[in-house]
């Protein structure tokens, strides 16, 4: 499991691989002392995604968003009996799902917990997750290194993706690691002082 591991701490590991014509960055957490994982976009190379999901133990899928290149492989891992979990949202953009993620709540992985937290502008469902007691954000397509995600597709909206990331992202620790869902990571401390310039860029 070495090659896809990417962070770790007592007993939790993030797994990673990159898929797609995009460049998808398809993530796993994993609770190392129950074995219970899950994966976060089922993007691209279902193959690829199946096999990941059984070496690392994962029980279910979260999508951070709808758009077209993060569900690609949702039929073929529900097929397999994972269940893929969407916002409400965002219900519609995907082909099919089996629960609806709210905001403000709590997903527990083995004894790790991942705390969501709505993120709309890039898309009006939009979710990041927090993992709780690490420094750790999945922000999907939501904050990037150098700014916001697009927001110039349907259902994108400026003002509100900068609103989502100043008041729900930018209040976490300046020590935070987000893991975003194409490139590189950062972190918030990183990204913060930056607000004020995207917003007079207008991307």
Do not use: K
């Amino acid at each position: 499991m070495a090659d896809t591991l990417i962070w770790d701490a007592t007993g939790v590991e993030i797994h990673q691989v990159v898929v797609g014509p995009v460049d998808n960055n398809v993530l796993v957490l994993r609770c190392t002392e129950t074995g219970d994982a899950v994966l976060l976009d089922a993007a691209n190379e279902h193959e690829r995604l199946l096999e990941l999901c059984e070496r690392l133990g994962v029980r279910r899928v979260l999508e951070t968003h709808g758009h077209w290149d993060h569900i690609q492989a949702v039929p073929q891992l529900r097929d397999a009996g994972y269940s893929v979990g969407v916002t409400a949202q965002d219900a519609g953009m995907l082909p099919s799902y089996d629960e609806v993620i709210e905001d403000d709540s709590v997903i527990d992985v083995g004894r790790l917990r991942l705390h969501t937290i709505h993120t709309p502008g890039h898309t009006p469902g939009s979710m990041c997750f927090l993992l709780e007691g690490h420094p750790i954000l999945f922000s999907g397509d939501t904050l990037f290194p150098g700014g916001p995600g697009n927001t110039s597709y349907e259902g994108g909206d400026f003002p509100t993706i900068i609103e989502s990331v100043d008041r729900r992202l930018f209040t976490l620790p300046a020590d935070t690691i987000v893991l975003p869902g194409h490139g590189d990571r950062t972190t918030i401390g990183t990204e913060r002082p930056h607000l004020q310039e995207w917003v007079d860029r207008g991307w």
